[in-house]
Protein backbone atom coordinates (compact mmCIF):
# COMPACT_ATOMS: atom_id res chain seq x y z
CA UNK A 1 0.00 0.00 0.00
CA UNK A 2 1.46 3.11 -0.97
CA UNK A 3 1.84 6.05 1.97
CA UNK A 4 -1.13 7.98 1.09
CA UNK A 5 -3.69 5.83 -0.13
CA UNK A 6 -6.99 6.55 0.96
CA UNK A 7 -5.93 10.13 0.80
CA UNK A 8 -7.34 13.30 -1.76
CA UNK A 9 -5.28 16.25 -2.35
CA UNK A 10 -6.38 19.67 -4.13
CA UNK A 11 -3.39 21.67 -5.68
CA UNK A 12 -3.79 24.72 -6.76
CA UNK A 13 -2.05 25.91 -9.66
CA UNK A 14 -0.87 22.46 -10.52
CA UNK A 15 -0.67 22.02 -14.27
CA UNK A 16 3.14 23.16 -14.46
CA UNK A 17 6.10 23.93 -12.81
CA UNK A 18 6.27 22.99 -9.44
CA UNK A 19 2.65 22.48 -8.84
CA UNK A 20 2.61 20.01 -11.34
CA UNK A 21 5.73 18.56 -9.94
CA UNK A 22 3.70 18.48 -6.54
CA UNK A 23 1.10 16.64 -7.86
CA UNK A 24 2.65 13.81 -9.81
CA UNK A 25 4.47 13.17 -6.43
CA UNK A 26 1.32 13.02 -4.60
CA UNK A 27 -0.01 10.80 -6.99
CA UNK A 28 2.67 8.47 -7.05
CA UNK A 29 2.14 8.48 -3.43
CA UNK A 30 -0.97 6.85 -3.73
CA UNK A 31 -3.41 10.05 -3.48
CA UNK A 32 -5.87 10.93 -5.84
CA UNK A 33 -5.52 14.54 -6.78
CA UNK A 34 -7.24 17.32 -7.88
CA UNK A 35 -5.57 20.51 -9.02
CA UNK A 36 -6.50 23.94 -10.37
CA UNK A 37 -5.19 25.45 -13.54
CA UNK A 38 -6.11 28.94 -15.09
CA UNK A 39 -5.63 28.81 -18.77
CA UNK A 40 -3.02 26.10 -20.07
CA UNK A 41 -6.17 23.00 -20.83
CA UNK A 42 -3.58 20.95 -22.42
CA UNK A 43 -1.01 20.65 -19.88
CA UNK A 44 -4.13 20.51 -17.66
CA UNK A 45 -4.79 17.04 -19.44
CA UNK A 46 -1.24 15.88 -19.52
CA UNK A 47 -1.16 15.78 -15.81
CA UNK A 48 -4.44 14.45 -15.10
CA UNK A 49 -2.96 11.23 -17.70
CA UNK A 50 -0.16 11.19 -15.47
CA UNK A 51 -2.24 10.53 -12.53
CA UNK A 52 -4.24 8.29 -14.04
CA UNK A 53 -0.79 6.52 -14.90
CA UNK A 54 -0.07 6.11 -11.28
CA UNK A 55 -3.55 4.05 -11.37
CA UNK A 56 -5.16 7.17 -8.92
CA UNK A 57 -8.32 9.97 -10.13
CA UNK A 58 -7.32 13.00 -11.47
CA UNK A 59 -9.48 15.87 -11.45
CA UNK A 60 -8.52 19.29 -13.43
CA UNK A 61 -10.73 22.31 -12.37
CA UNK A 62 -10.19 25.61 -14.52
CA UNK A 63 -10.48 28.33 -11.83
CA UNK A 64 -8.41 31.57 -11.66
CA UNK A 65 -7.04 32.16 -8.38
CA UNK A 66 -7.95 35.49 -8.23
CA UNK A 67 -11.79 35.29 -8.57
CA UNK A 68 -12.96 33.88 -4.37
CA UNK A 69 -15.89 32.46 -5.85
CA UNK A 70 -13.75 29.89 -8.46
CA UNK A 71 -11.37 28.95 -5.65
CA UNK A 72 -14.01 28.53 -3.34
CA UNK A 73 -16.07 26.40 -5.77
CA UNK A 74 -12.76 24.37 -6.52
CA UNK A 75 -12.41 22.79 -3.24
CA UNK A 76 -16.43 22.47 -2.75
CA UNK A 77 -16.07 20.16 -6.25
CA UNK A 78 -12.86 18.21 -4.77
CA UNK A 79 -15.37 17.01 -1.90
CA UNK A 80 -18.04 16.50 -4.46
CA UNK A 81 -16.60 14.45 -6.65
CA UNK A 82 -13.53 12.54 -5.15
CA UNK A 83 -15.27 12.06 -1.44
CA UNK A 84 -13.44 14.09 1.17
CA UNK A 85 -10.14 16.57 1.68
CA UNK A 86 -7.42 15.29 3.31
CA UNK A 87 -4.52 17.69 1.81
CA UNK A 88 -4.42 21.31 0.40
CA UNK A 89 -1.46 22.86 -1.06
CA UNK A 90 -1.67 26.64 -1.68
CA UNK A 91 0.84 26.56 -5.04
CA UNK A 92 -1.11 28.90 -7.46
CA UNK A 93 1.44 32.39 -7.77
CA UNK A 94 2.51 34.79 -10.05
CA UNK A 95 5.59 36.84 -10.70
CA UNK A 96 7.01 40.18 -12.39
CA UNK A 97 10.10 42.06 -11.40
CA UNK A 98 10.08 46.17 -11.78
CA UNK A 99 11.21 48.91 -9.73
CA UNK A 100 8.30 50.01 -7.02
CA UNK A 101 7.48 53.36 -9.08
CA UNK A 102 6.61 50.98 -12.67
CA UNK A 103 4.43 48.78 -10.64
CA UNK A 104 1.06 48.16 -11.96
CA UNK A 105 -2.13 48.85 -9.68
CA UNK A 106 -3.29 45.61 -11.77
CA UNK A 107 -0.01 43.51 -10.87
CA UNK A 108 -0.43 44.45 -7.23
CA UNK A 109 -3.90 43.86 -7.18
CA UNK A 110 -3.37 40.50 -8.78
CA UNK A 111 -0.07 39.30 -6.39
CA UNK A 112 -2.50 39.78 -3.44
CA UNK A 113 -5.38 38.03 -4.55
CA UNK A 114 -3.40 35.11 -5.63
CA UNK A 115 -1.12 34.71 -2.75
CA UNK A 116 -3.02 35.85 -0.06
CA UNK A 117 -6.56 36.00 -1.11
CA UNK A 118 -6.63 32.84 -2.94
CA UNK A 119 -4.90 30.84 -0.49
CA UNK A 120 -6.59 32.52 2.72
CA UNK A 121 -10.08 31.32 0.69
CA UNK A 122 -8.84 28.23 -0.05
CA UNK A 123 -7.93 27.40 3.13
CA UNK A 124 -10.89 28.87 4.66
CA UNK A 125 -12.98 26.69 2.52
CA UNK A 126 -10.96 23.72 2.80
CA UNK A 127 -10.68 23.32 7.12
CA UNK A 128 -14.55 22.60 6.58
CA UNK A 129 -14.06 19.29 5.19
CA UNK A 130 -10.56 18.28 6.30
CA UNK A 131 -10.41 15.87 9.15
CA UNK A 132 -7.84 15.46 12.37
CA UNK A 133 -4.57 14.77 10.22
CA UNK A 134 -5.47 16.93 7.61
CA UNK A 135 -2.48 18.57 5.94
CA UNK A 136 -2.08 22.12 4.54
CA UNK A 137 1.58 23.07 2.92
CA UNK A 138 1.78 26.70 1.14
CA UNK A 139 4.13 27.19 -1.72
CA UNK A 140 6.09 30.48 -0.16
CA UNK A 141 9.51 32.10 -1.50
CA UNK A 142 13.14 32.31 -0.46
CA UNK A 143 12.19 36.20 -1.05
CA UNK A 144 10.18 36.18 1.90
CA UNK A 145 12.94 35.56 3.83
CA UNK A 146 16.11 37.29 1.55
CA UNK A 147 15.38 39.37 -1.29
CA UNK A 148 19.17 39.83 -2.82
CA UNK A 149 17.92 42.20 -5.96
CA UNK A 150 15.82 45.04 -6.66
CA UNK A 151 12.38 45.31 -8.38
CA UNK A 152 10.25 42.15 -5.95
CA UNK A 153 8.26 44.31 -4.05
CA UNK A 154 5.51 43.00 -4.35
CA UNK A 155 6.54 39.34 -4.85
CA UNK A 156 8.79 39.09 -1.86
CA UNK A 157 5.74 41.41 0.03
CA UNK A 158 3.01 39.14 -0.88
CA UNK A 159 5.04 35.45 0.03
CA UNK A 160 6.00 37.36 2.92
CA UNK A 161 2.31 37.75 4.05
CA UNK A 162 1.81 33.61 3.17
CA UNK A 163 4.53 33.01 6.28
CA UNK A 164 2.77 35.07 8.55
CA UNK A 165 -0.98 33.33 7.09
CA UNK A 166 1.11 29.91 7.95
CA UNK A 167 2.27 30.44 11.74
CA UNK A 168 -1.49 31.70 12.45
CA UNK A 169 -3.21 29.11 11.26
CA UNK A 170 -0.87 26.89 12.86
CA UNK A 171 -1.25 27.70 16.00
CA UNK A 172 -5.42 27.91 15.07
CA UNK A 173 -5.80 24.41 13.55
CA UNK A 174 -3.11 22.20 15.68
CA UNK A 175 -5.95 21.41 18.12
CA UNK A 176 -7.75 20.21 15.18
CA UNK A 177 -4.92 17.91 14.02
CA UNK A 178 -3.89 19.60 11.31
CA UNK A 179 -0.98 20.63 10.51
CA UNK A 180 0.05 23.82 8.06
CA UNK A 181 3.72 24.41 7.21
CA UNK A 182 5.29 26.72 4.36
CA UNK A 183 7.95 26.10 1.77
CA UNK A 184 10.31 28.52 0.52
CA UNK A 185 11.60 27.53 -2.83
CA UNK A 186 14.23 29.44 -4.28
CA UNK A 187 15.67 29.55 -7.87
CA UNK A 188 13.84 26.56 -9.34
CA UNK A 189 14.08 25.60 -12.90
CA UNK A 190 10.57 26.07 -14.31
CA UNK A 191 9.08 28.46 -17.00
CA UNK A 192 8.92 31.39 -14.75
CA UNK A 193 12.89 31.09 -13.77
CA UNK A 194 14.99 29.08 -16.57
CA UNK A 195 18.05 27.68 -15.17
CA UNK A 196 19.32 28.73 -18.47
CA UNK A 197 17.83 32.05 -18.79
CA UNK A 198 19.66 35.23 -19.02
CA UNK A 199 19.42 36.07 -15.47
CA UNK A 200 20.22 32.92 -14.29
CA UNK A 201 24.29 32.87 -13.75
CA UNK A 202 23.36 36.08 -11.07
CA UNK A 203 21.16 34.46 -8.96
CA UNK A 204 23.79 31.00 -9.14
CA UNK A 205 26.27 33.50 -7.16
CA UNK A 206 24.09 33.29 -4.57
CA UNK A 207 23.74 29.84 -4.02
CA UNK A 208 25.58 27.78 -1.40
CA UNK A 209 25.34 24.69 -3.58
CA UNK A 210 25.79 26.29 -7.48
CA UNK A 211 23.13 25.05 -8.72
CA UNK A 212 19.04 25.58 -9.63
CA UNK A 213 16.56 23.44 -7.42
CA UNK A 214 14.31 21.57 -9.43
CA UNK A 215 10.42 21.28 -9.24
CA UNK A 216 10.84 17.24 -7.90
CA UNK A 217 12.99 19.13 -5.04
CA UNK A 218 10.20 21.18 -3.93
CA UNK A 219 7.69 18.39 -4.45
CA UNK A 220 9.79 15.76 -2.26
CA UNK A 221 9.62 18.26 0.45
CA UNK A 222 5.60 18.52 0.31
CA UNK A 223 5.71 14.93 0.01
CA UNK A 224 7.47 14.28 3.48
CA UNK A 225 5.19 17.33 5.03
CA UNK A 226 2.21 15.51 4.09
CA UNK A 227 2.92 12.22 4.68
CA UNK A 228 3.75 10.27 8.64
CA UNK A 229 6.73 11.78 8.79
CA UNK A 230 5.34 15.46 8.94
CA UNK A 231 2.84 14.59 11.66
CA UNK A 232 4.91 16.33 14.19
CA UNK A 233 5.97 19.44 11.93
CA UNK A 234 3.65 22.85 11.89
CA UNK A 235 3.94 26.81 11.97
CA UNK A 236 7.41 25.53 10.18
CA UNK A 237 9.23 27.48 7.18
CA UNK A 238 11.54 25.04 5.00
CA UNK A 239 14.09 26.87 3.09
CA UNK A 240 14.86 24.54 -0.49
CA UNK A 241 17.20 27.07 -1.70
CA UNK A 242 20.33 25.52 -1.99
CA UNK A 243 21.27 27.35 0.63
CA UNK A 244 20.95 31.13 -0.95
CA UNK A 245 19.70 32.55 2.58
CA UNK A 246 21.74 30.18 4.53
Given at each position: ?73 AVERTVAELGR ?5 NNAGVFASAPI ?125 VGEGGRHITGA ?10
Amino acid sequence: MSRLTGSVALVTGGSRGIGAAVVRRLAGDGADVAFTYREAADSAKAVVADIEAYGRTGLAIQADSTDGAAVVGAVERTVAELGRLDILVNNAGVFASAPIEEVSLDYLDRAIAVHVRGAFLATQAAVRHMPAGGRIVNIGSSFASRVPAPGVSVYAMTKTAVNGLTRALARELGPRGITVNVVLPGSTDTDMNRADSAGADAQRVHIALGRYGTPEDVAATVSHLVGEGGRHITGASIAIDGGATA
